[in-house]
């Protein structure tokens, strides 16, 4: 079985452009997370879609959105960059998130400049 | 607010040797706990899942238990060897099905 895709898997920004990011979980999978990690303030939950349904926000400015399609897949969209959203972007899939085992993928790297 | 915490944040041991690993959580309303291991530049890989009626959960020479009362859960890990080291996370699913996360520990074997 195939595990959980990121697209891309690094990026280059600069400071107003915006970004997606993309990621495919493992078949059968409807639950996409989407979280954020940097250095300073460790791994943070950004938002949880199921079946095309955003269930959960984390505490992230709106510039930060995402949304889930039919096939499960799912994409966050960051808007007008900032420095401080360089991080390693991970989105996790599960059955059902949170009382399920979730599985990640490798991530991406967002670098802004 | 729940809050996560691992200690410690970094652990240095020879190859071969049992250890232990530490997480304590601040709020026992939860409904899982999970333990993870991180490969530098590398995505998460899940070790064990604690569901909040467990006690402990083991897979090979990892052993994981959960005390909910006391908000801690520990990470033991046996005959550890040098493809052990990465870093260590564990993470509990709160009311609203989030991952809440500690800061990690990081573990070195040394040959």
């Known amino acids: 079985k195939a595990g959980v895709t990121q697209t891309p898997r690094y990026l280059i920004k600069t400071r107003g452009q915006q970004v997606t990011l993309s990621c495919s979980p493992i078949s059968g999978h409807r639950s996409v997370s989407w979280y954020q990690q940097t250095p300073g303030q460790g791994l943070q939950f950004l938002f949880e879609y199921f079946s095309e349904t955003q269930r959960n926000k984390g505490n992230f400015p709106g510039r930060f959105s995402g949304r889930q399609f039919s096939n499960s897949r799912s994409e966050m969209n960051v808007s007008t960059l900032e420095l401080g959203d360089s991080a390693l972007y991970l989105c996790?899939?599960?059955?059902?998130?949170?009382?399920?085992?979730?599985?990640f993928g490798p991530g991406t790297r967002l670098t802004v400049l | 607010k729940q809050e996560v915490t691992q200690i410690p944040a970094a652990l240095s041991v020879p190859e071969g040797e049992n250890l232990v690993l530490n997480c304590s959580f601040t709020?026992?309303?939860?409904?899982?706990l999970q333990w993870f291991r991180q490969d530098p530049g590398k995505g998460l890989t899940s070790l064990l899942l604690i569901q909040s009626s467990q006690r402990e959960q083991t897979s090979g020479r990892l052993n994981a238990s959960l005390d909910k009362s006391s908000g801690r859960s520990t990470l033991y890990i046996a005959a550890s060897q040098p493809g052990d080291s990465a870093t260590y996370l564990c993470?509990?699913?709160?009311?609203?099905?989030?991952?809440?996360w500690g800061a990690g520990t990081k573990l070195i074997i040394k040959p």
């Open positions: 993470a509990v699913s709160d009311s609203n099905y989030q991952l809440i």
């Open positions: 709020d026992s309303a939860i409904y899982n």
């Open positions: 996790a899939s599960s059955l059902v998130a949170g009382t399920d085992t979730q599985y």
